[in-house]
């Protein structure tokens, strides 16, 4: 009965100290929440923010209100666009034959929120307006398979969007078939489209 109950209690330590692993930072253990709370409330909170705001802001004087930087960069960054989030995320992950031009030549943040997002991949919108905000001559006509259907592909900005059948849980939207950062093949393709190889992905021939 001892050895039960000793089994119990320990059990019970293990799942609270997994609890508090597991839960966002508060603003009893970050000070900087008690007045920037609202960046992080949102359904997906980038992971960095939980790593605390001197993950990226190590260069910040937050004794006096406006802060100050200590450093030469905005908002005391200890790096600027692409290089910050390279301290976290590798490079490799953003070069190829191709590479997207918001990659190639401006800071991430043109798509990503850096704190939280209520869309996946902490994207600031909804992941298909974002793409064709920039690519808005796809909507204008039929995609990819004009010729097969009066409608065209879906580009995933449809009332009811279809789930992506290579990635569960996921919308399908143009990176189901477009890489959004660099790709080896042209048109930041993530598959090989020669004689509709690309399409047999998904569409059993």
């Known amino acids: 009965m001892k050895t039960q109950r000793n089994l119990l209690v320990s ?4 799942v609270v100290v997994a609890l508090i692993y597991a839960l966002p930072v508060q603003a009893e253990d970050n000070p900087c929440l008690k007045c920037h709370a609202k960046l992080l409330q949102k359904k ?3 992971a960095a923010a939980n790593m605390g705001c001197d993950s990226c802001h190590e260069e910040l004087d937050a004794s006096a209100v406006p802060h100050k930087s200590k450093g030469k960069f905005a908002m005391g960054l200890s790096a600027e666009g692409p290089a910050l989030c390279a301290n976290c995320h590798d490079k490799k992950l953003f ?9 190639e030549g401006g800071p991430c943040l043109g798509c990503h929120d850096a704190h939280a997002s209520d869309y996946q991949g902490v994207l600031k919108k909804e992941p298909a307006a974002l793409c064709l905000d920039c690519h808005p001559d796809v909507k204008k006509g039929p995609h990819v ?3 097969f259907s009066r409608g065209g592909h879906p580009l995933g900005n449809e009332t009811k969007a279809a789930q992506d059948p290579l990635r569960p849980g996921k919308k399908f939207y143009c990176v189901s078939c477009h890489e959004p950062h660099r790709s080896e093949l042209p048109k930041l393709s993530r598959f090989v489209t020669k004689n509709m190889a690309s399409c047999q992905k998904c569409h059993k021939m």
């Open 95 to 103: 070069k190829g034959k191709m590479v997207h031009a918001p990659v």
């Open 11 to 14: 059990l019970f330590c293990a």
């Open 145 to 147: 398979i004009a010729g």
């Open 44 to 46: 997906e909170v980038h």
